[in-house]
T-cell receptor, first 111, second 115 residues
Framework: EDQVTQSPEALRLQEGESSSLNCSYT??????LFWYRQDPGKGPEFLFT???AGEEKEKERLKATLTKKESFLHITAPKPEDSATYLC????????????FGKGTTLSVSS | DTAVSQTPKYLVTQMGNDKSIKCEQN?????MYWYKQDSKKFLKIMFS???????INETVPNRFSPKSPDKAHLNLHINSLELGDSAVYFC??????????????FGNGTRLTVT
């Protein structure tokens, strides 16, 4: 069964304290791995797509990497405005399949 | 200028009632979706429509019926509401059925509370 596991569930950082979020997945042929950010009371907002091992994407203080079994979202020198829930999702290669989401990591950055 | 808009934002109702949630997207996308986010925060696909045609229909009680009058609208009608239906329902759209270069754009959700 295709599934996505994210860890940790919650992460508290001080402003400027870099860290990484993990997304482990099992899927019958990976078509793409997606990272989303969700703020309270809002819908998820697209951040990155990765679709082959070794690929990396960057956006401001965020950098996403992909291996054959997991993805990391690295946060460098985070700021309070980076506080949100970060969701990972995968899509299997089989046509017509929807995204399978993980439970998310809730990040809190304090000044 | 909202890309994907849902109404209402909050919906409180009693068991046994019938209710609808409306969704509209102004992005010109061909594919629309309904996702359910339960109390454990998992987002799970319910339905997907591509240009008004149902393409994904996960194991969802038949009390839930999506309706797509045109490719910019996808409404969700729920009959005989149950306590377990309480959740946040998200509408989303993508340019084509999700590919690596066609990410989902989500609305801000409808929080449904069944009492």
């Amino acid at each position: 069964e295709d599934q996505v596991t994210q860890s940790p569930e919650a992460l508290r950082l001080q402003e400027g304290e870099s860290s990484s979020l993990n997304c482990s997945y099992t899927v019958s042929g990976l078509r793409g791995l997606f990272w989303y950010r969700q703020d309270p009371g809002k819908g998820p907002e697209f951040l990155f797509t990765l679709y082959s091992a070794g690929e990396e994407k960057e956006k401001e203080r965020l950098k996403a990497t992909l291996t054959k079994k997991e993805s990391f979202l690295h946060i460098t020198a985070p700021k309070p405005e980076d506080s949100a829930t970060y969701l990972c999702a995968v899509q299997a290669r089989q046509a017509g399949t929807a995204l399978i989401f993980g439970k998310g990591t809730t990040l809190s950055v304090s000044s | 200028d909202t890309a994907v808009s849902q109404t209402p934002k909050y919906l409180v109702t009693q068991m046994g009632n019938d209710k609808s949630i409306k969704c509209e997207q102004n992005l010109g996308h061909d594919t629309m979706y309904w996702y359910k986010q339960d109390s454990k925060k998992f987002l799970k696909i319910m339905f997907s429509y591509n240009n008004k045609e149902l393409i994904i229909n996960e194991t969802v009680p038949n009390r839930f019926s999506p309706k797509s009058p045109d490719k910019a609208h996808l409404n969700l009608h729920i009959n005989s509401l149950e306590l377990g239906d309480s959740a946040v329902y998200f509408c989303a759209s993508s340019q084509v059925a999700v590919t690596y270069n066609s990410p989902l754009h989500f609305g801000n959700g409808t929080r449904l509370t069944v009492t």
